[in-house]
């Protein structure tokens, strides 16, 4: 995007259509003076929406986001800690209160105006814009690989530089010294000429009176001291200890335990209950039937059936009650559906075209395919998935006198609240909710049913309750990653290159770019057709990446064999327009010593995606014997343009590469007479630690914008798996998971 000049911002009107004179009147200033009592306490001042000093000299980061156990505190922590010359080891984070002075105006920044070069007199007035307009969404939410790269990069790092120009500017007048010659360091102002020196914290009173500069100067990557550095994460010596507080060790005076059952076919209702034996039991206090709810958030809206729990003094009783409840469910339209009849309408409608939507269309295909020495055809599939993250969802909730507390772990505090108090009829400002430490989130942690439930349940029952859900109805009441079938051509001239690529598949969300392939190939015809189900979907570890991941690196192998080509060769001479792409996937081959031969029965696989501003290529070596599989090796490359936290990203690429190989090897929520099959880990389970390959990560700073490093790690897995396998066994997986696949050589 082209640099703004106050010819075109007055033109523009700001974003869109808000006019000047609105920008002009809510150019933020500081709010440090309107926050303040929603986050601090005696001894600290709040010097930026983001940042407060107390006076110890220790700094806080105010972060906007959820920790699920990615490390965004620290690496956000790390951001603002090295613009400001700040002492990490006087560093904390907390997270930002859920109240709408608190939406997360700097990840709207990003996601809007990234890449955008604005002069500085424009910026205050943006950014008032982009604080209403973030205020107005709920924009509170950790998910998309987004934290880093928008919040961290246009809201910590900003707040940190200008926090100490802030500080420097107090020093120079308390001392009657010149600006320029003040100091800061290590958390400490000094002037060198005077030999004067103080702590931050003797400044923050006189600095919180400042209006932080909307354009302060930030570091370039070789000033860097703490970005980039191994550096002690501040959450785990309580997640180590056990002093870590998440939703579930929640405890409040009173408190009843609940748990919840909906109806097995997604659709369906309550048609009669019998709980007489359920109120026998010791310490059953009620059965409650909770109404069917429409909800609409940032990240999606949802409908949730009539669900059915029981409340008890205990969890255990909660779950024995539940157990012995006798529910008859209405009969629906899709008691009959199965995932063979769902994958049967994906294939007729592709088969059919219904309503095709294109996605990408370049060059002449149809000429192409006419035209070649081969055309290669093949058809892939997933299935759905489910999250099942470590922590099941829970919540507490407390309703009394017309208002509600809630403590819970959710990934959009903002978009919860709001939910709880509509499901309530209650003002949003009568809703306090206390966002936990999470274990996992995924994007389960998006939609707030649990947490619209609970607040349900306490208002029925007129006590604090904390409703768990059981691993299984976690897993049979999910919004699941969806099925989806997809079916390629691709056409070969004589000399074995790749003239043409033709691919439709069933279903879409998002990103858009999902299915789009980075390989150089005249003619392009990528598109989609609707074909919706009953079953309800969601947003899982990388989206719509997952899936295309698999599908498109799957078949350029597939193409790679036909032409009788190396399959690293193959992407490699077709990747030379992009060299970021290209260095990745060399850089993966070298340390996998892709040419290295392996013994028989032995394979590797190659695989290359970019998604959340990242680029990951991953090589996975196998062994496969008499039809038995041994994932041995993964060696994974990232280009997240820098890496912030590199152990921190490391972890995310380890983390994202076992999500996605559990699912590859073994993930699958099946659909049968309209319900799901699965129910807990015995049935759909994940890699064990004995199971888990050795795992290299290497990452490529190449200074570029930054990308994520959450959900980057998993789209690859799959396909090199697969690969992996052919390289093997000459055997092409076509539909995962892999553990429905025979594997003999």
Same mark, same amino acid.
């Given at each position: 995007?082209?640099?703004?000049?106050?010819?075109?911002?007055?033109?523009?009107?700001?974003?869109?259509?808000?006019?000047?004179?609105?920008?002009?009147?809510? !150019?933020?200033?500081?709010?440090?003076?309107?926050?303040?009592?929603?986050?601090?306490?005696?001894?600290?001042?709040? %010097?930026?929406?983001?940042?407060?000093?107390?006076?110890?000299?220790?700094?806080?980061?105010?972060?906007?986001?959820?920790?699920?156990?990615?490390?965004?505190?620290? /690496?956000?922590?790390?951001?603002?800690?090295?613009? %400001?010359?700040?002492?990490?080891?006087?560093?904390?984070?907390?997270?930002?209160?859920?109240?709408?002075?608190?939406?997360?105006?700097?990840?709207?920044?990003?996601?809007?105006?990234?890449?955008?070069?604005?002069?500085?007199?424009?910026?205050?007035?943006?950014?008032?814009?982009?604080?209403?307009?973030?205020?107005? #969404?709920?924009?509170?939410?950790?998910?998309?690989?987004?934290?880093? !790269?928008?919040?961290?990069?246009?809201?910590?790092?900003?707040?940190?530089?200008?926090?100490?120009?802030?500080?420097?500017?107090?020093?120079?007048?308390?001392?009657?010294?010149?600006?320029?010659?003040?100091?800061?360091?290590?958390?400490?102002?000094?002037?060198?000429?005077?030999?004067?020196?103080?702590?931050?914290?003797?400044?923050?009173?006189?600095?919180?009176?400042?209006?932080?500069?909307?354009?302060?100067? #930030?570091?370039?990557?070789?000033?860097?001291?703490?970005?980039?550095?191994?550096?002690? !994460?501040?959450?785990?010596?309580?997640?180590?200890?056990?002093?870590?507080?998440?939703?579930?060790?929640?405890?409040?005076?009173?408190?009843?335990?609940?748990?919840?059952?909906?109806?097995?076919?997604?659709?369906?209702?309550?048609?009669?209950?019998?709980?007489?034996?359920?109120?026998?039991?010791?310490?059953?206090?009620?059965?409650?039937?909770?109404?069917?709810?429409?909800?609409?958030?940032?990240?999606?809206?949802?409908?949730?059936?009539?669900?059915?729990?029981?409340?008890?003094?205990?969890?255990?009783?909660?779950?024995?009650?539940?157990? $012995? %409840?006798?529910?008859?469910?209405? $009969?629906?339209?899709?008691?009959?559906?199965?995932?063979?009849?769902?994958?049967?309408?994906?294939?007729?409608?592709?088969?059919?075209?219904?309503?095709?939507?294109?996605?990408?269309?370049?060059?002449?295909?149809?000429?192409?395919?006419?035209?070649?020495?081969?055309?290669?055809?093949?058809?892939?599939?997933?299935?759905?998935?489910?999250?099942?993250?470590?922590?099941?969802?829970?919540?507490?909730?407390?309703?009394?006198?017309?208002?509600?507390?809630?403590?819970?772990?959710?990934?959009?505090?903002?978009?919860?609240?709001?939910?709880? /108090?509509?499901?309530?009829?209650?003002?949003?400002?009568?809703?306090?909710?206390?966002?936990?430490?999470?274990?996992?989130?995924?994007?389960?942690?998006?939609?707030?049913?649990?947490?619209?439930?609970?607040?349900?349940?306490? /208002?029925?029952?007129?006590?604090?309750?904390?409703?768990?859900?059981? !691993?299984?109805?976690?897993?049979?009441?999910?919004?699941?990653?969806?099925?989806?079938?997809?079916?390629?051509?691709? $056409?070969?001239?004589?000399?074995?290159?790749?003239?043409?690529?033709?691919?439709?598949?069933?279903?879409?969300?998002?990103?858009?770019?999902?299915?789009?392939?980075?390989?150089?190939?005249?003619?392009?015809?990528?598109?989609?057709?609707?074909?919706?189900?009953?079953?309800?979907?969601?947003?899982?570890?990388?989206?719509?990446?997952?899936?295309?991941?698999?599908?498109?690196?799957?078949?350029?192998?597939?193409?790679?064999?036909?032409?009788?080509?190396?399959?690293?060769?193959?992407? $490699?001479?077709?990747?030379?327009?992009?060299?970021?792409?290209?260095?990745?996937?060399?850089?993966?081959?070298?340390?996998?010593?892709?040419?290295?031969?392996?013994?028989?029965?032995?394979?590797?696989?190659?695989?290359?995606?970019?998604?959340?501003?990242?680029?990951?290529?991953?090589?996975?070596?196998?062994?496969?014997?008499?039809?038995? #599989?041994?994932?041995?090796?993964?060696?994974?490359?990232?280009?997240?343009?820098?890496?912030?936290?590199?152990?921190?990203?490391?972890?995310?690429?380890?983390?994202?590469?076992?999500?996605?190989?559990?699912?590859?090897?073994?993930?699958?929520?099946?659909?049968?007479?309209?319900?799901?099959?699965?129910?807990?880990?015995?049935?759909?389970?994940?890699?064990?630690?004995?199971?888990?390959?050795?795992?290299?990560?290497?990452?490529?700073?190449?200074?570029?914008?930054?990308?994520?490093?959450?959900?980057?790690?998993?789209?690859?897995?799959?396909?090199?798996?697969?690969?992996?396998?052919?390289?093997?066994?000459?055997?092409?997986?076509?539909?995962?998971?892999?553990?429905?696949?025979?594997?003999?050589?």
């Amino acid at each position: 995007m082209g640099k703004w000049t106050r010819r075109g911002f007055i033109s523009a009107g700001v974003i869109a259509g808000g006019g000047l004179v609105v920008g002009v009147a809510i !150019r933020p200033g500081n709010r440090a003076s309107q926050l303040t009592k929603h986050v601090t306490d005696d001894g600290e001042t709040l %010097l930026h929406t983001w940042v407060k000093l107390d006076s110890n000299n220790v700094v806080t980061a105010i972060v906007p986001h959820s920790e699920m156990g990615q490390g965004a505190g620290t /690496a956000l922590a790390q951001m603002l800690a090295d613009e %400001l010359d700040a002492d990490w080891n006087l560093v904390r984070f907390e997270e930002a209160p859920a109240i709408s002075e608190f939406a997360n105006h700097s990840m709207a920044k990003g996601m809007l105006l990234a890449g955008v070069d604005m002069p500085d007199f424009v910026v205050p007035t943006v950014d008032g814009v982009l604080i209403r307009t973030a205020q107005a #969404l709920d924009l509170q939410i950790t998910g998309g690989s987004l934290s880093v !790269r928008t919040t961290g990069a246009f809201g910590m790092r900003v707040a940190g530089a200008a926090v100490k120009d802030m500080l420097r500017n107090a020093a120079a007048e308390a001392w009657q010294v010149p600006v320029e010659e003040v100091v800061a360091s290590n958390s400490q102002m000094t002037h060198k000429a005077t030999g004067q020196s103080a702590p931050y914290s003797a400044f923050a009173a006189a600095a919180a009176t400042m209006t932080p500069p909307a354009s302060p100067t #930030l570091k370039t990557p070789d000033e860097f001291k703490i970005m980039g550095r191994h550096v002690q !994460r501040h959450d785990l010596p309580s997640k180590v200890d056990g002093s870590a507080i998440f939703a579930l060790d929640v405890r409040v005076p009173n408190m009843l335990y609940a748990t919840v059952k909906r109806a097995p076919t997604f659709g369906g209702d309550v048609e009669r209950i019998d709980d007489t034996l359920t109120r026998s039991i010791k310490g059953v206090v009620d059965v409650v039937r909770l109404p069917a709810a429409d909800v609409s958030a940032l990240l999606g809206s949802f409908s949730s059936t009539e669900s059915v729990a029981v409340v008890a003094d205990g969890y255990w009783q909660a779950k024995t009650g539940m157990d $012995a %409840l006798n529910i008859e469910w209405r $009969a629906t339209d899709n008691d009959a559906v199965s995932s063979e009849t769902i994958y049967a309408q994906f294939d007729r409608d592709i088969s059919a075209a219904v309503d095709r939507q294109p996605d990408l269309s370049e060059g002449d295909v149809a000429g192409s395919m006419a035209s070649a020495a081969e055309v290669i055809e093949a058809d892939y599939r997933v299935p759905y998935l489910a999250h099942t993250c470590m922590e099941p969802l829970n919540a507490t909730a407390s309703v009394k006198d017309g208002f509600c507390e809630m403590w819970i772990g959710c990934q959009s505090p903002l978009s919860f609240r709001q939910a709880v /108090a509509d499901s309530l009829g209650f003002e949003v400002d009568n809703v306090t909710l206390h966002n936990c430490f999470m274990g996992g989130g995924f994007g389960r942690k998006s939609l707030p049913d649990y947490a619209v439930q609970a607040a349900q349940l306490a /208002a029925k029952v007129g006590r604090p309750v904390q409703l768990i859900w059981s !691993r299984e109805e976690d897993v049979q009441q999910d919004f699941y990653r969806p099925a989806v079938h997809s079916r390629f051509r691709g $056409a070969l001239d004589s000399a074995g290159n790749l003239t043409a690529w033709e691919n439709t598949y069933a279903g879409k969300m998002e990103p858009v770019e999902a299915p789009v392939i980075p390989y150089t190939v005249a003619a392009k015809d990528i598109g989609h057709v609707a074909s919706p189900t009953h079953v309800p979907l969601g947003a899982w570890r990388s989206v719509d990446h997952s899936q295309h991941g698999f599908f498109t690196e799957s078949f350029i192998d597939e193409v790679a064999a036909a032409a009788g080509q190396d399959a690293y060769a193959y992407r $490699a001479a077709r990747l030379k327009h992009l060299p970021r792409q290209l260095a990745v996937l060399t850089k993966a081959a070298t340390e996998a010593q892709w040419h290295k031969p392996l013994a028989p029965g032995r394979g590797r696989g190659i695989a290359l995606q970019e998604s959340f501003g990242s680029i990951v290529a991953e090589v996975v070596e196998v062994t496969v014997d008499d039809g038995n #599989l041994s994932v041995d090796r993964v060696v994974a490359v990232i280009d997240a343009g820098y890496a912030i936290s590199p152990d921190g990203m490391k972890a995310q690429i380890e983390s994202g590469i076992i999500y996605g190989l559990s699912a590859a090897l073994y993930g699958e929520i099946t659909i049968k007479d309209g319900a799901v099959a699965e129910s807990n880990f015995h049935d759909y389970p994940s890699v064990r630690m004995s199971k888990a390959p050795a795992i290299e990560t290497h990452i490529i700073n190449s200074g570029e914008a930054m990308g994520g490093a959450g959900e980057p790690g998993t789209p690859p897995i799959a396909p090199a798996l697969a690969n992996a396998i052919f390289n093997a066994t000459g055997n092409r997986i076509r539909q995962l998971p892999i553990k429905n696949s025979a594997l003999n050589v």
